[in-house]
């Protein structure tokens, strides 16, 4: 997957993507699923991780609408 492929995931909340990869916000040290509906991020803001622990790993911290953390959490269905 393609890092384009990952930003266009995003900016359109695809829950398909969930749990391919995490996207961490520079400006707000805080990562999410690709699904958050969280406020879209700006582009050049992004960081993308294969994993939650190495998003943690790099000093972000989870979100707390989409509780990347939480593996069997599931905010669409909530």
């Known amino acids: 997957m393609t890092e384009a492929d990952m930003r266009n995931a995003v900016m359109a909340n695809d ?23 969280s406020r879209t991020p700006n582009p050049q803001n992004l960081l993308f991780f294969q994993t939650a622990a190495q998003a943690q790993a790099a000093g972000f911290r989870p979100c707390k609408r ?10 669409a269905q909530a």
């Open 15 to 37: 829950g398909a993507f969930d749990g391919q990869f995490f996207y961490a916000v520079k400006t707000t040290n805080i990562y999410c699923r690709p699904s958050c509906k």
């Open 66 to 75: 989409c509780r990347p953390d939480l593996p069997d959490y599931r905010p």
